[in-house]
């Protein structure tokens, strides 16, 4: 599960202008593995992009990368 945490670090750091406040969480329970995702409020917007299209494609590949692991991934974005 490390790799998709990477991942979603790498990821959000190019998209942020404040790479430093990306912080990812990965919490583990019955129904899956969820990943907590924090920014700086500044970034929030480009995170989940025009009508959220960003964020649905972060959590697109995030879930297909599951999928190759045979675990269920979930994405959350946590408010600042």
């Not at 190019?14 to 970034?43: F, I, M, Q, W, Y």
């Amino acid at each position: 599960m490390t790799s998709i945490v990477e991942f979603v670090e790498y990821t959000l750091q190019k998209v942020c202008e404040d790479p430093s406040a990306v912080k990812v969480v990965e919490t583990e329970d019955e129904r899956g593995t969820l990943l907590e995702v924090s920014v700086a409020e500044a970034d929030m917007g480009r995170v989940i992009g025009k009508e959220g299209q960003t964020i649905s494609a972060l959590r697109t590949l995030v879930q297909s990368m599951g999928m190759r692991e045979h675990k269920k991934v979930f994405l959350k974005i946590l408010e600042a």
